[in-house]
């Protein structure tokens, strides 16, 4: 998601995979490319590795993004629990020959903590952090990276543009990206990679999504916000709330459930009021590896505990209130009073599409079995979901990173092959 916002360098792993040793600098100003992926989350990894899969040619792809260190999960979402289990992000990491890693080798293997889980448990986000920093790494080394943050997407007349690379589409036009640079210093080993312009034939985003929020509630507008960022972090969350706090909490679903959880358990304080639309929902096992409820029911070690705890609203934990609301302010109106007394908030209801400026282009009208946004414009990750059914045919936004890689195994061959036309 990084590729908008941002302006930092590569990590020390993934920029010594492009220049090991050595500060770098090189111009990029006016490049030419097949190819764009903006994003280095999981979703923009696994785009680039299924883009050399089908055979585009490594130097016809650039990947841009200011951190190279997998997104907002690799910065943010660390120490927050998966509900996707161990084995499928086994199966994410072997996905792609282009990640070249080996999970029967040794080194993975002693360096990551991931291989010597249960393959049915969850875990934190931070064991699939670490193996996707080597796998970001062996991709900078095959296709382009740019450091930088995107700025606007427009559409250029290749006639004003030098067609270097000589590439092969009908299209009259192409994409013109325009980025700004991260900045570095003479003395860090990290490369500086000035891209102020990118033109590119097909672009993918995987930009990623940023938490939703609302307006301080009417009945207590001092209220202080504690941002989910935070809130999903044990570490931070101890250190913003105090024993004496009244929390009011947003929303019902795994993010919502697990701060709940954190806030009694571990802060331990006074009052935790959650205020909710849906009820709880659990994703059901019926074998096979598939899931009712895949995509949107409590799973994990957090599904457990709200088993435990929340299916009774007469015997909730000490210090838990919960109220259901249908309203579209958020449930502030039914629970006025309740808010008057809260000292902090918590919005956990659910993301949306990080802000991107194309032109002409209304990145919502997007579509969800293709991943097409317009001619040579397509979308991916939890910015862009499929729209797929699950083990009971209800349709649900395919959010994970398997799905991601089952996704871009099906419609990236695609791609390529209309783009070729």
Known sequence: MGAIHSRARLTTRAAAAINPGKTATVSATQQEFQWVVIGAGPAGIAAIGKLLDAGISEK?????????????????????????????????????????????????????????????DTCKLSFIADPLLDVTAALCAQVVPLTSYVVRITKTNKATTDNSNNINNSREWQWQILTESTSTTPTTLMPVINASAVFAENIVLATGSVAKTLHPPKANPALSL??????????????????????????????????????????????????????????????????????????????????????????????????????????????????????KVIY?????????????????????????IVPGLFGVGIAFPELGEDAAGNLELQVGLWKFMKYLNRIVPEWVENSRK
Request: overall charge negative; glycine content about 6%.
């Open 60 to 120: 016809q792809i650039a990947w841009i993004d200011p951190h190279f260190d997998v997104g907002l999960l690799g910065r943010k979402w660390r120490s927050v629990s998966s509900n996707t289990t161990v084995q499928l992000f086994v199966d994410f990491l072997t996905a792609s020959p282009a990640f070249k890693y080996n999970v029967s080798s040794s080194d993975s293997n002693s360096k990551h903590v991931l291989h010597s889980l249960s393959p049915t």
């Open 226 to 343: 504690i941002p989910l960022e935070d809130a999903l972090q044990i570490d931070r969350l101890t250190q913003i709330c105090v024993p004496s706090d009244s929390v009011a909490v947003f929303g019902s679903s795994h993010s919502a459930i697990m701060i709940i959880r954190d806030l009694l358990e571990t802060v331990c304080v006074h009052e935790v009021i959650n205020i909710y639309r849906a009820d709880l929902s659990f994703a059901e096992n019926v074998g096979h590896g598939k899931f009712i409820n895949d995509s949107t029911g409590l799973k994990g070690n957090t599904a457990t505990w709200a088993r435990e705890n929340l299916l009774d609203d007469r015997r909730l934990p000490q210090g838990l209130m919960r109220i259901k609301t249908s309203g579209d302010k958020g449930g502030e109106d039914a629970a006025t009073d309740v808010l008057k007394r809260c000292t």
């Open 348 to 372: 956990a209801i659910g993301f949306e599409r990080e802000r991107l400026d194309v032109e002409g282009v209304d990145l919502s009208q997007y579509d969800a079995k293709t991943g097409v």
